[in-house]
């Protein structure tokens, strides 16, 4: 943290800053300047809190330095995490490809698209058996009977398989079925359930909330690790602006930026980051060539009856021709896709 | 729903897309014009899926227009909603202030700064027991022990408690020690956590997340409602756009658009809002004017020490200020302050 | 600007940031921390770009720590700036009111309606000559006959005239027709605009940009400052979020916030700033409440015939009935609202 | 537009806001549903504005369902347009690369960095010679000067070139002297400019503006064609979002999103768009896989020395890797890179 005092503060006022910064157990380095005063603060173990700083007289300014995550950040290791899903790698310069329907409907639907999706190549098969939808007057999912269809297809057609969690119940009953535990947009900063993620013994794929900046993402991701669980990999699916052309808005400068400041391997969900089944394969294309690990995409054979979002799944032919274009695409980006 | 059909749309696209509505069960009603077609969608009970139909061929845009929430709207109440906490009247022409801590850090602050805001006039006390924090390396609560204080505090200065619950287990334990369950920001789409509540006995405090529509904030109120608690009233606390100046930018322009289309009060939380406490005055009187049902503010009486959010913390004096400020303009805006 | 070093960046790396910042003429000091080292620059004139150093080796973190404004600053100046409009004070404790048409559209309706907005207390006209509308297609504004007739109104009623200029020439033309020169939102960064604006001997009112930050603001304005022209206020209208249930969202918290960092005085837009005349009232006593200097309202005696913007204007007896409630309200706030 | 009327609206009501369409020349369609009825409405030319009607008694809401543009739409032409720069083809399944450095600061800056990127395979030279500077105190560009010498450039290294107008007597500079006249980010809704530049004979490269829809990009387009000038392309150059880990968020959906809505082409700005030039490469193959038209790149032989946005501008040897990829992976794609 660095302390900027106004052009005009006093020396009491300068010196009250520094007692206060030492009261807390910390070290003040004033910097006079030819217009100002600033006072660096060092010593502290967590991050500060600027405001605390900034209501104090004199204060013009307080400048926070130190990133707020550790066991994530790139300082804590420096070598690229690979997250192992049942024996599917995820990071270390593969390309991984989670395909399947939004929410399981029933056997024959799961079945049908899951043979399709393993067909053409996916390398983990998704789900929804717990659906968080914005009405509670919509299909809520099938809960555990939809858990015990993933776990048969899984069986079935060698797909390790991500589901979604929504509370403490459900993260232990996905540890059982799944293979993957899937946080949600909209409870990135459930605290509750990230905890109890991070007590569970199965990897957590964690997606960006519509509104999380990368500090918080990776804060997130903090949580998860702080409670001994280090199988995690993110996954950007588009925040929330005032461009309403998409769903959301993919940001896939975020997929760099994660690389840069963290180990953990970052995935791309183009199916909720477009909301259109016809944008989906242009913008896959682009989050294999900006660098993410990986690829999350809804698939469904009979999209026009889906029970949610069917209009943002691809159909199973469209699927395949994606897989053999990402496929094409891959070597010359340094890339593998496992087949 | 409306269904635009583009310019050139054949016969056959037309005809497909009104079968298509027929087979959902509704009725279509075509509308041709100069230039293209529309087909109108009636007799749907839930809201449909614009891209449902956006991605069949001929549709140029899918256009809904019915509001997805129904027992928490005007339609299905007229008159606007009075919620009863333990005896303090919110909404019908009162403007109530709820006042107190961030956190419970121990009995003496809590019991001081309850003392303090009591005297000046609050009309319920605030305190986190359990806290969402972004780092979890950040002070997280007293947890029930804080719960026992707030109950505690509550018996000695006549004020009914407000804190937040974050999962099932913790509404439980809220219920049982105070007299309102709070739903923080985070959680506002936390959709197990909404059905907790709404199964709960006491009423239910919402805050509106930070990049929440208007109609996801009535959709989550709407969930709460649909277990049978109708015991709901909502607070704006500030949204996440790309201005700084502020924490969040508080949307005031919210509170008159909820009491247009919606039958709960809303409050407004100017701590949360501005993040700073010199600017929380000002909006604070600002949100009694746009006609918000009341206030939530924080104080600390050495917000310096406060274990969280101290910046934003009122010092009691601030707020006793505050309120006198408020009661001289309420008889103006035609509103009742209780003291 | 300070420089936070990675933690592990060698002795090198430090050196050679620090000779880089001395090959520009500044000074550097080293703040060596337990973790990291950092470095503060001092002596630079202007502010610096964080990038330049963020791309170093060893670099974590570029951090600026001086204002970019200078003439509008508080620094600058410390009381408040009054400026005069033929007369009509803005800032210094006053609370003064811009109404009219959002375009001039005939004689009789301008005329029509400066009366009933003079009657009802109204300290300035508004008036559209130039229009900047979405549509190539929409009506642009009478252009130079407008202005002519609002200098007519302006004899006839005693109101000093506010009216947009688009481009050089119309500063020219409504620096001779009118009182004030109005800078639209869409113009804010409109670098040649703002310097044929501070070149004119009018006043000049500046509207914040859709997506402007206040730093952003504040440097449009210093734009106008550095011409020599010092007699600028500001508007706030709106910013665009992801927000739809207004047509812009009112950042009511930006008044506080230049009065903290400026000296110029600022009004509030309420007319755009919702979009819809019913919603216009509440927020308008919520700008006074705030503490803005001012208010700008669209007024049309036939507001479903304007030929643009119809739906945000207050009718006259709309506008009445706001002047008397912000009449009684102003005392309470320490304001005055001159008659 | 669709009019929706309350649940409860009077027969009164209904027949009122249908003869109020009808008043205006365009046809009423009633659509009477089992909860409420809705009016179509066709018949009129240009797009209406829906609070005209929001606010007349009985109506819920009003939804505009044509799209305000026309001449730039798909509608008004079934192919993709290809602009042709002095030879050089835009659009047409060509990749086009558009480089060269932010600001032209001397002849000998230019010419080095002109070579550079000619032999590096560029397709048309950038620079500016007047710079929209967020500081009036900032390097304002070269002026006429920097165009000579941007003329000189091109003569010598065979390349058309691209810069920057921000008013009419520069739009008319530019014609003279470059092939292509730049309308930037800030300017997109300078509407005067937009009309210098549709009566200009070169073609006009539209950057979209920090906080523009889709629509409002298009529209800026369609004033530039309605003033007669069909040679038009696009540019994404990142949009205005909370998110701070780029200088702006690229929003790469917008691409497909424009290629379905208008004939035009777009590219891509990746060097404002990141901010930051380590993020350029990534974003850049991105663009390509996405199926943008060509790129925008800064390139600069001392990035640490540059007057302006030294941070985002690759060195001559990224830009010569980059465009090394690029041409590697066009073909996979189907698209050609001329050299």
């Known amino acids: 943290m660095l302390i900027v005092m106004h052009r005009d503060a006093t020396d009491a006022e300068i010196r009250k800053v520094m007692d206060h910064i030492e009261s807390l157990g910390y070290r003040a380095h004033p910097i006079p300047g030819s217009l100002r005063t600033a006072i660096g603060i060092t010593g502290n173990q967590g991050s500060l809190h ?30 690229r995490t690979c997250v192992d899903v049942a024996g599917v790698p995820i990071g270390a310069g593969t390309f991984t490809v989670i395909a399947g329907p939004c929410a399981v409907e029933s056997r024959k639907q799961l079945f049908e698209i899951a043979e399709q999706v393993k067909k053409a190549g996916a390398h983990l098969l998704r789900g929804g058996a717990f659906k968080p939808r914005t009405s509670p007057y919509s299909f809520q999912g099938l809960g555990e009977e939809g858990l015990k269809l993933l776990a ?112 953990l391997p970052i995935l791309v969900d183009t199916s909720h980051g477009t909301g259109r089944r016809d944008k989906v394969p242009a913008l896959s294309l682009a989050a294999l060539a900006v660098g993410a690990d990986g690829l999350m995409v809804e698939v469904h054979h009979e999209p026009e009856k889906a029970l949610s979002d069917g209009p943002q799944a691809l159909t199973p032919e469209m699927f395949r021709k994606l897989m053999a274009d990402l496929k094409s695409m891959a070597p010359l980006l340094g890339r593998t896709i496992e087949s």
């Open 152 to 263: 048969e297809a899984r069986k079935e057609f060698d797909l390790p398989v991500v589901t979604e969690a929504m509370d403490s119940e459900g993260v232990k009953l996905v540890e059982e079925y799944a293979d993957v535990i899937q946080i949600g947009a909209r409870n990135m900063q459930n605290y509750s359930l990230l905890k109890a993620a991070g007590r569970a013994r199965k990897p957590v794929f964690l997606k960006r909330g519509m509104s999380a900046t990368l500090d918080e993402l990776l804060m997130a991701a903090e949580y998860i690790y702080s409670e001994g669980n280090y199988q995690v990999f993110l996954c950007e699916r588009g925040v929330r602006t005032f461009s309403m052309h998409t769903r959301n808005t993919l940001d896939l400068s975020v997929v760099p930026a994660v690389q840069e400041h963290s180990h």
């Open 50 to 79: 600027r405001a605390e700083f900034e209501v104090m007289p004199g204060v013009d300014q307080a400048v926070p330095v130190t990133k707020p995550y550790k066991l994530v950040s790139r300082e804590a290791r420096d070598e």
